[in-house]
Structures are given as structure tokens and as C-alpha cells.
């Protein structure tokens, strides 16, 4: 079963909070008038019984208000609507006064005999044809001190047939008003989510073949801004890393390729006619020695590799730098001293790392320097310790390095004379092993060279007094 769309989800949802509000409204609007009204016919009937017992002041004894009753019948007189009944309260079957029509029922008399001096009661009743009344009662004290009960009672009809009016008519525009809810809902909703389309279009167009495609934000809203900005920036991510994974397949086949083609040549080579067994040997030795360069790549792929995937990191340790680099250095003491090299380290700090990797970061830093460094020269490892960084600078001279090499001494298989590293076994991966090493610790590989001068190479790591990632 298909699912509804999200602006046919959000129109919907829109239009049922819509309805209930609607219905919310029409419901407090009937109360409040239904209030309203009440509150005005018990004003009307608060009032017109004001002035009965101001006419009611003119009379002096009950009896006077059966033989003289024009004075009230004035105050109702045109007003259809209401009715007056006078009890005298020693007699309470026969009303003295009686104008209008309805009440005619036997309870008026516990209605009047219920009524408060100085205090209008208001109650509401039914007559025999199913009409509404709202009565006012109260007792009035004649000029004689004797009491009599007034009844005013109201016709609710009016009221009735209006609030009837309101209710016919609210619930004819009641559908046309939620559709009409409905329908805006849904296009609102439509039209905000019309960017959404974009984000659709972008995404087809996005392959392996083609990550240059863009979002655009201009008169985006600021959510979905937001999402296309991630969005824009996670396929500028990918779209580099996939060039890097391309360039840098194309120049592993490259590196493969010539020790591959030297194998097979000279395997073609010796094979088209026989050889000595002198000659045998020297292209088993050849080929030993191109063996070895692959063998070599592979070894340094397998190791960036591991460098490279987060889930293979191993335990980190309190790492002395200054035992590293005198490791590193008893290391190459033999290299060194066969080209009248002398290695040195001052300075100590310490860190957080993988014991192995930094000793073969500064192994390859070290394995440069020496291959670089002219004869009766010096190479330097100094160690500094700041505030957020402990640094270790390996530092030789020699020919330095032209400064349009600088920014890709890190890149893989990289190499500032081609020829002349090849003909001496590097792979091309040693400075981007170091790099890789570098993040895998949080630190930073950096290079500082001017030709002819010092040639400097620096390994930063985060300085665990003054870091709180770790």
C-alpha cells in the first residue's frame, strides 16, 4: 500500500487542527451568546420590575390594585412578551393582577411563595405548549406594610429563535468552511515543501560518475536552508574523496605497472632462447629486487589501510617522544654513519598514541633526511612542548625543496624527483603514511623547507595537560 505524501499528511493534519478550532470557536460563540442573551432578559426583567414597584408605591392596600390596575397594566402594555402576575399573599389562588398570556400552571404559586423581599429570583419554567419563560419574583411592601408577590415572566421565544438561527446557520457553512480550510492547508503545505522537488532532482543527478551537483539555497527556508547546506557540504566531502580514490588507483596501477612490466620483460627476455646458469641468476636477482618494490607498496597500502579505518584503532598509550626519536635514531645509526651523518635529539614531551605508528612516523621522517642529507652533515630531532601542542621537528640540510612541492609532499605517491626516489626503492607512500599516522592521533603532519637551506619536518600532537578529547 502506498503511502500518503507528506504535504497530504501535513495538509491533513493541518486542516483537523483547523476543524477542531473552528468547532472550538463555534461552540464558545453559542455559549457566549446564549450568556449574553440570558444576561440581557434578566437586565430587561431587573429593570421592568423596578418599575412596577415604583407603580406599586401608588397603591395603598392590596384590594386598590384590582379596582385601579391601569398604572401597571401600563408598564406591560405593548410588550407581548411579557406577563405580569400580583398575588396577594393571604390569598394566593386568586391573583390580584393578571396581564399577558402563558404561566398558567399551579407552580406559580411556589414560585411567589418562594420569592424574597427586596431580592428578585429569576427561574425558569414550561407551559402546557412547550413554551420557554424566564420569570423574575420578588415580594414588594405596599404603603400599608402588607406584602404581595410579582411575577414578570419573560417569553425566551425570541431568544430561541435566534440562537436557532445561528445554529442552522453555522452548521450550513460549517463544510464549505473546512474544506475551504482544507484546500488552503494543503496548498500552503504544498507550496512549502516545493524545494523539496530540488532535493529530489539533485539527488537523481548525484552518481559515483558525477558528484559536482549542488543544491541551490537561494530563497530557501531557513530549515530546509540548513539541510541543503549539510547536504552541499557532505557531496563536497564525497566528491573529493572519490577523486582521491581515483587518483589514487591510478597512480597504485602506475606504481604497479612498471615493476609488473620489468618482470615480465625480462622473464620474456630470458626465455626466448638458453641461458647460463650465471645469466639465470642475475634476472632471478633482478626480479628479487622489483619483487621486493611491490612487495613494499602492498605492504604500505595494507598499512594505510589500517591507519585509515576507525573501527581497527588499537589502545592508546602515554608515549615519551624523546625514547621514540633515540630509538629511531639507534635505528639509523648504521645508515647515518655510512654517510658521515650525525644524529642528535634535544628536548622531551610526551603524548597519547600507538607506540608502533609514531616510531614509524619518525622512521620515515628520519629514512628522508638521511637519503637527502649531503655527506658530514647533521640531522636534528628537537622536541618542544606549548600549550595545546607538543611538536617534534626533524631537521636536516640539503638541496630543500622548491615551494610548489610543498602543499603535496603528504599526497600518496607523491614524489619531488621521480627518477632519482624510484631508482632508490621509496614507494611514494612514506610522508602519506606519516600524514595518515598524524590524524589517526589528532595531530598535524607539516613541512618548512627553502632550497639550498634547512629542510624541517614537523609532527604535532595534541599536549595531554591541556587537551580534554582524550
Known amino acids: 500500500m502506498k503511502s500518503a505524501s507528506l504535504s497530504m499528511r501535513l495538509g491533513l493534519a493541518v486542516s483537523i487542527m483547523g476543524a477542531l478550532l473552528v468547532l472550538f470557536l463555534a461552540v464558545l460563540a453559542f455559549l457566549a451568546l446564549t450568556h449574553e442573551l440570558d444576561k440581557l432578559s434578566k437586565d430587561n426583567l431587573s429593570e421592568k420590575m423596578r418599575q412596577i414597584e415604583h407603580s406599586l408605591s401608588l397603591y395603598e392596600k392590596p384590594v386598590d390594585i384590582n379596582i385601579k390596575p391601569h398604572v401597571l397594566l401600563d408598564q406591560v402594555m405593548g410588550h407581548d412578551h411579557l406577563n405580569l402576575t400580583i398575588y396577594d399573599l393571604i390569598n394566593m389562588r386568586t391573583p390580584l393582577l393578571k396581564s399577558g398570556f402563558g404561566l398558567t400552571d399551579p407552580r406559580v404559586e411556589l414560585k411567589a411563595a418562594g420569592a424574597a423581599a427586596d431580592k428578585v429570583s429569576y427561574s425558569r419554567s414550561t407551559d402546557d405548549q412547550g413554551r420557554h419563560f424566564l420569570t423574575a419574583s420578588r415580594l414588594i411592601r405596599l404603603p400599608n406594610g402588607t406584602n404581595v408577590a410579582v411575577l414578570l415572566s419573560l417569553d425566551c421565544a425570541n431568544d430561541e429563535a435566534l440562537l436557532s438561527t445561528y445554529l442552522s446557520s453555522t452548521i450550513m457553512a460549517l463544510p464549505l468552511l473546512l474544506l475551504l480550510i482544507g484546500l488552503s492547508a494543503w496548498a500552503v503545505v504544498k507550496r512549502g515543501l516545493a524545494p523539496l522537488r530540488e532535493f529530489r532532482k539533485v539527488a537523481a543527478m548525484i552518481s559515483a560518475q558525477d558528484l559536482s551537483h549542488r543544491l541551490s539555497v537561494v530563497k530557501m527556508p531557513q ?3 540548513e539541510l541543503a547546506h549539510g547536504i552541499n557540504f557532505m557531496l563536497h566531502r564525497l566528491d573529493s574523496d572519490v577523486q ?3 587518483q589514487f588507483s591510478d597512480d597504485l596501477a602506475h606504481e ?6 620489468n618482470l615480465m620483460g625480462k622473464a620474456q ?5 638458453e641461458r647460463s646458469a650465471e645469466e639465470y641468476k642475475a634476472v632471478l636477482e633482478s626480479s628479487t629486487q622489483e619483487l621486493g618494490r611491490v612487495a613494499r607498496i ?3 597500502m595494507l598499512f594505510l589501510a589500517q591507519v585509515s579505518n576507525p573501527a581497527a584503532l588499537v589502545p592508546f598509550e602515554t608515549i615519551a617522544l624523546e625514547d621514540e626519536a633515540s630509538k629511531v635514531i639507534d635505528l639509523f645509526s648504521l645508515s647515518a654513519e655510512e654517510k658521515h651523518v650525525s644524529l642528535s635529539v634535544t628536548g622531551s614531551g610526551s603524548t597519547i598514541g600507538d607506540r608502533l605508528m609514531i616510531q614509524r612516523a619518525i622512521s620515515n621522517l628520519m629514512s628522508n633526511a638521511i637519503r637527502h642529507c649531503p655527506a658530514g652533515q647533521a640531522i636534528s630531532i628537537t622536541i618542544e612542548v606549548h600549550a595545546t601542542e607538543v ?6 640540510p640539503g638541496a630543500g625543496i622548491e615551494p610548489q612541492h610543498l602543499p603535496h609532499l603528504f599526497d600518496r605517491f607523491y614524489r619531488v624527483d621521480t627518477h632519482h626516489s624510484r631508482a632508490k626503492g621509496s614507494t611514494g607512500l612514506g610522508l602519506a603514511i606519516v600524514k ?3 590524524s589517526l592521533h589528532q595531530g598535524v603532519a607539516e613541512v618548512n623547507s627553502c632550497p639550498g637551506k634547512i629542510t624541517t619536518f614537523k609532527l604535532g600532537f595534541p599536549n595531554i595537560h591541556g587537551h580534554t578529547n582524550w
Open 223 to 225: 530549515e530546509l536552508s
Open 244 to 246: 582521491q580514490l581515483s
Open 256 to 261: 604497479l605497472r612498471a615493476p609488473i612490466s
Open 269 to 273: 627476455v630470458t626465455l626466448s632462447r
Open 298 to 300: 602492498v605492504s604500505d
Open 391 to 396: 611538536s617534534l621537528h626533524v631537521a636536516n
Open 436 to 438: 595518515s599516522i598524524m
